[in-house]
Each structure stands twice: as C-alpha cells, then as structure tokens.
C-alpha cells in the first residue's frame, strides 16, 4: 500500500501566526526524503490554510505525486487545469466545518459531476471521489466516470466500540471490493492513524491511504522525518 501525506496541518500552523513558518512546501520535501509516495492538499474555497502560492510551487518541486482536494467548484475546476495535479480528489466543502465531516453526495448530484469529471480528463488529470462506503456512491461515481474513490474512515476512525469498530471495517472492505468490481481504483482516508492502520492494510483493493493530523502531531515530538518513516515501517511490516 502507498502511503500520501496531507500537509494541511502545517499550513494550519502556520495560518495561526499569519507568518510565513512552518512552511508546508518544506514539509512536502521532507515527506518525500522520508519515503511518502504522495503528498495531498486540499485547497480550501476560504483558503485557510493551503493557499494558491503553495499550491503553485508544491506543482513545481514535489517529485513523487500531487493530490489535489478540492470543492466541485467553477473556480477550482480553473486552478486544476492551470495547475495541473496528477490527481483531483473532489471532496464536500463548508465553511464552518473543522475538517471535512463527511463523503460527497455523488448520487445526487451525476449530471454536475459528470461534465465536471470530463472537464478535469481533458486536461489528463485523473479523478477520485471521496465518500462514505456506501454502495449506491459508489456506483454513482462510476457513472460520472471518476477513476478511483477515495473512502471516507472517519465512522472507523471514531468507532467507541469493538462492535462499531468491527461493522465500519467490514464496510470499508466490502466498499473497496465493491468498487474494485466496477473497475474503479481504491484509496482511503480520514483519520487514520498509527493503530487503526494495521486492519486496513489487509483489504488489498486498497491501494493507497491518504494520512495527514496522525502524522503531524506525532512529528511534535519525534520531527516530520521520523513520523513518515514510523508510518511507512508498519505498511511494510504488513506485507
């Protein structure tokens, strides 16, 4: 399993002083050198964190693979195709919200999201929906023509019992072979961690978890470097 860091967090951090430190493109930098196979950033409509400038020179310099998490929007769908990423990832957006709450509702929206998918091909940039285990968004997010999905762990994530903790993985396993049956590809992320990792990295249609906060508050204390490669030692551990 590949492994993507979000560095949204130190964007975040940086934001909090309105300073230019800590820097997100050197964070980038530093998640490669330690072994990421991506970095993800989600540029945000308010731009709280993840600005334009970022995005700009994470387009420039990163070498491994761009992920851009971005709202279906028409001023977005401009800065994909100037910018270029190897991968959209279309995510719900609102403004009040801490972190993304939850999938996009593909379902009902097919015909924007269609035309919106075909403008991002045309530019040869792959596309990834973001939503919940559930099996009728994934279905729609093969008709609109998206390439992969990415699942939303959040339910997992914050599972308060075995039981919920067992029910919300079998979800995302079932989620995962399901859309690898319709032939899309498979990624998953949201508040994946250290720990809740290991089960995930069983199902093997998942092909690559998407990890940001775990990552960033563990390197706090142990530094960036450090926290990718304790990250990356228990991916090949599972092998």
């Given amino acids: 399993m590949r492994l993507a860091i979000n560095i949204d967090h130190i964007a975040t951090l940086r934001e909090a002083r309105d300073d230019i430190e800590p820097d997100p493109i050197t964070a980038a930098h530093i998640c490669e050198l330690a072994g990421a196979d991506g970095i993800v950033c989600h540029l945000r409509e308010d731009r709280r964190h993840i600005n334009d400038r970022d995005l700009r020179l994470l387009r420039e310099t990163i070498k491994t693979k761009l992920d851009l998490e971005m709202a279906a929007t028409e001023e977005l769908l401009k800065i994909a195709s100037d910018t270029l990423p190897d991968l959209s990832t279309l995510v719900p957006e609102k403004r009040e919200e801490l972190t993304t709450e939850g999938g996009l509702d593909v ?28 099996d009728e968004q994934i279905e729609a997010s093969a008709e609109v ?31 995962a072979k399901f859309a690898k049956s319709l032939g899309l590809r498979v990624n998953a992320g949201h508040g994946i961690n250290y720990y809740n990792i290991k089960p995930i990295l069983k199902i093997k249609e998942i092909e690559e978890c998407s990890i940001g906060f775990a990552i960033i508050a563990r390197s706090v204390f142990v530094g960036l470097d450090r926290a990718v490669r304790d990250m990356i030692d228990i991916i090949r551990q599972s092998k």
């Fill in 145 to 175: 023509g998206a390439d992969f999905i990415e699942i939303h762990t959040g339910d997992y994530a914050n599972s308060r019992t075995e039981e919920e903790f067992l029910e919300n993985l079998r979800k995302i396993e079932h989620a």
């Fill in 107 to 134: 379902k009902s929206k097919k015909h924007y999201l269609s035309e919106y998918v075909n403008e991002l091909h045309k530019h040869e940039i792959n596309v990834s929906m973001f939503i919940d285990p559930i």
